[in-house]
């Protein structure tokens, strides 16, 4: 009797303390909902629903773009001057121009053959054409492996030439502006880049550089990527998604209709003349190249972006390596937007145009509210609104606007519409990395300048690569376990009961299944499924 009247004051002690708790946190929130909350809420949902308009606005844009260039075909050979260049009798070769190839690589062991054997076969007059191997590897294994490489190509008659630096200072635009100083640089008048993972077609040089002699106003030839590993997983097949639409709509909007574009830091080709009068590479932020273009499009230059060139490369085949790349092309551009906006408004050699285009397209919608919007809106507010029934989303905002710029967004690769949904949920997941990098960049704090190479695995080692860095990834416990995935999944599956117990039933499904996804990256589960085709 004795032991079960104890018992039984610890169990009404216990749940006295805890009703009392219970009901102090709900008179808390009484008090602070009405007066705080609500009109916070209001205020977030309303600058959420104006910053989804703005990407709707700029999605149908380039939807009714993209779709007048197919239906009447405006080709680049329609807007641009090109002719195949031919042999002169009298000069020889002297009468195409020198072009210089520069392949930047750092610790790419499994791709340093892929790239460079890829360059020494461009098609090109073997006396005008210069292969430049930008090393800025630690590894001595590497390093001591890459210059071996070289000087094989190089007994077979190659001209390549071996850069190394004594620091990586600058990292890639650093290595690249090294490049562009020695004396043999000099002769030339164009620069191919190519990143380590990327092996262009014998007639790359062919087909791009003739916009470039015959039209003096171009300054850039883009060409698109082709990815050799899109079906090694589901991750990557995401990744394709995105990039497709980047490259297909975005890049051949800007190109069509002679506004502006990024160039992507590789598998294009410049003037190396524009270059110069750009004000050369710069290493004040992680995307360089974005820096350069819109240098020199403020210096009035022109760009083309060839969609019928591809050029074979690597998607990130492991979540920590597209992690690592996710935060770069997102604080880089965010950082860059902070650096340049006043010197664009400042500008007396662009159009007004040209300026709106560049600061509120190209940067703010594209580069900032792209990311904010959607996991500020879809991930943050939308589910709060559960917790707080005073405050509605208009179904147009929660539905219909984002179902249609899902929908326009896949355009780009028809073949992967079946995984639509898994792409919806693997964007919002990655949309908090992205968000947190922007405002990284945005403020200049943290990580802003952070810069890790991309793990890559190479082609021809793909399969046996990947188990391997499977296998070590699944023991490392510690690096598999993403926290912040946790915490948001955490607070979309309270939501979700929230809603079930509580609420309307409006958002429980969208809830789950998103904090389902939230989890499963939480694991570092997404890049080991494989879809089916």
């Keep these: 009797m004795e032991g079960l009247t104890r018992t039984n004051l610890v169990s009404d002690t216990f749940y006295g303390t805890r009703d009392d708790i219970t009901e102090q946190f709900g008179i808390m929130w009484g008090q ?3 007066p705080l909350i609500v009109p916070l809420l209001r205020i977030s949902v309303f600058l959420c629903l104006a910053m989804s308009v703005m990407l709707f606005i700029e999605r149908v844009y380039m939807f009714v773009v993209i779709t ?8 680049p050979e329609k807007r641009y001057k090109w002719e195949p260049l031919k042999d002169d009798v009298e000069l020889g070769n002297s009468s195409y121009p020198m072009v210089l190839v520069q392949i930047p690589m750092y610790n790419e062991k499994e791709v340093y053959q892929l790239s460079i054997g890829a360059a020494c076969g461009l ?11 930008l090393d800025d ?28 630096r004594d620091n990586r200072s600058g990292y890639k635009a650093g290595a690249l502006k090294e490049g562009l100083k020695h004396s043999y640089v000099k002769q030339c008048d164009f620069v191919a880049i190519f990143d380590a993972d990327f092996q262009p077609e014998p007639d790359f040089l062919w087909q791009t550089i003739p916009f470039l002699v015959h039209n003096p106003e ?18 990557t097949r995401m990744q394709e998604m995105s990039l497709d639409y980047h490259f297909s709509v975005e890049q051949e909007v800007g190109s069509s209709t002679h506004a502006f574009f990024g160039f992507n830091g590789t598998a294009g080709v410049w003037r190396i003349a524009a270059i110069d009068e750009a004000g050369g590479w710069k290493d004040r932020t992680t995307v360089e190249d974005m820096d350069l273009a819109v240098r020199a499009s403020l210096k009035g230059w022109k760009f083309l972006f060839l969609g019928s060139v591809k050029v074979k490369n ?28 006043m010197e664009i408004i400042r500008n007396k050699k662009v159009s007004l145009w040209k300026k709106i285009h560049v ?7 594209r580069k900032v509210v792209a990311h904010i919007v959607t996991f500020v809106f879809y991930v943050v507010v939308l589910p709060a609104t559960v917790l707080v029934p005073e405050v509605e989303v208009p179904k147009w905002g929660a539905v219909y606007i984002p179902a249609i710029i899902t929908l326009l967004n896949a355009v780009g690769t028809p073949r992967s519409l079946h995984l639509l949904v898994f792409w919806i949920l693997f964007e919002n997941v990655m949309s908090l990395h992205r968000t947190k990098a922007t405002f990284i960049g945005l403020l200049e704090a943290g990580r802003v300048n952070e810069w890790i190479v991309t793990e890559k695995l190479g082609d021809a080692l793909k399969l046996k690569s990947a188990t391997k860095a499977f296998k070590k990834h699944r023991m490392r416990l510690g690096d598999r376990i993403h926290l912040l995935e946790f915490a948001a999944g955490a607070y979309l599956f309270f939501c979700g009961c929230y809603d079930i117990a509580f609420g309307t039933n409006h958002y429980f499904l969208y809830l789950f299944i998103q904090a389902f996804a939230f989890l499963i990256v939480g694991f570092g589960y997404v890049g080991t499924f494989v879809p089916n085709s």
Excluded at 68 to 75: A, I, Q, S
Excluded at 123 to 133: A, C, G, L, T, Y
């Design 218 to 235: 171009l300054s850039l030839v883009q060409a698109r990527w082709k990815y050799v590993n899109a079906d090694e997983c589901l991750m």
């Design 123 to 133: 098609s090109w007059p073997s006396d005008r054409i210069i292969v430049q191997v």
């Design 68 to 75: 007048l260039l197919k239906v009447f075909g405006t080709k």
């Design 32 to 34: 602070i909902k009405a």
């Design 359 to 365: 600061i509120y397209s190209f940067f703010f919608v």
């Design 314 to 341: 690597e998607l990130p085949s492991t979540l920590k390596a597209y992690r690592y790349q996710q935060h770069r092309w997102s604080c880089g551009p965010a950082n860059l937007f902070r650096k340049m906006c």
């Design 137 to 164: 590897s630690t590894d001595p294994i590497t390093k001591n492996l890459v210059e071996i490489e070289c000087q094989r190509w190089a007994s077979k008659g190659i001209n390549i030439k071996y850069e190394v």
